[in-house]
């Protein structure tokens, strides 16, 4: 595909389910992001990765939140034990490392509500 | 720690009119700055950043260091500005970027 895309578009959770959301970057781009964005805010970050190494976790806002890039492509966000507050869309970037700080490619996001 | 404000979370001008979206920073050391843009619809994306120094879609944004801004403006704006418009920052040679809370701008006919 021609851009970064990110499954499922929209997910409803009960309050504790566990759920997991997919990114699939460009292909070739070496750096991938995790982003949150709640209603009327702007992206908040969550997670980094380079190539299959996670180099700043530090936007996680609680060990329910875990991210994976097992082989430097497709990504997977999965929250555990769902919570009210946990709703907002998740956004994916991806971009091409170049040593500095480059263009970020977005998804169109995937919208998590939870009841 | 890294902060971007935009003062404005609605801006509303008459087509034709100039346009000017506000961003603050703070941060301590060297700070890239970027403008990213929402269309109705469409997936966040780049406008300009200031290493650029370019013009965009007729937008230009200078960074001004002593007050810590990083102002997007036009001169005549056209209908198809209207989208969100998020002010981001990323420390020197990051590529994490903190983001603005956004400012809706509608041009109106």
């Known amino acids: 595909g021609a851009g970064v895309s990110q499954s499922p578009r929209y997910k409803v959770a009960k309050r504790g389910q566990d759920v997991a959301l997919r990114c699939d970057p460009i292909?070739?781009?070496?750096?991938l992001f995790w982003y949150q964005q709640a209603l009327g805010q702007g992206p908040e970050f969550l997670t980094y990765?380079?190539?299959?190494?996670?180099?700043?976790k530090s936007g996680l806002p609680s060990d329910r939140f875990f991210a994976e890039r097992p082989e430097g492509s497709v990504s997977t966000l999965k929250i555990q034990r769902t919570q009210q507050e946990d709703s907002a869309v998740y956004l994916c970037?991806?971009?091409?490392?170049?040593?500095?700080?480059?263009?970020?490619?977005f998804g169109e996001g995937s919208r998590l509500t939870v009841l | 720690a890294q902060r971007v404000t935009q003062p404005e979370k609605l801006l509303s001008v008459f087509k034709g009119a100039p346009v000017e979206l506000k961003c603050n920073y703070s941060?301590?050391?060297?700070?890239?700055l970027f403008w990213y843009v929402q269309y109705s619809r469409q997936r966040l994306q780049l406008l300009l950043r200031h290493i650029s120094r370019e013009s965009i879609k007729g937008f230009t944004a200078d960074l001004n260091k002593g007050e810590t801004s990083f102002h997007l403006k036009k001169p005549f704006a056209q209908e198809e500005d209207s989208a969100m418009y998020y002010c981001a920052l990323a420390q020197g040679g990051s590529e994490k970027l903190v983001f603005g809370k956004g400012t809706k701008l509608t041009v109106n006919p």
């Open positions: 292909s070739g781009h070496v750096s």
């Open positions: 990765f380079q190539n299959e190494a996670q180099l700043d």
């Open positions: 941060y301590s050391g060297s700070p890239e």
């Open positions: 970037a991806s971009s091409l490392w170049s040593g500095n700080t480059g263009e970020l490619f």
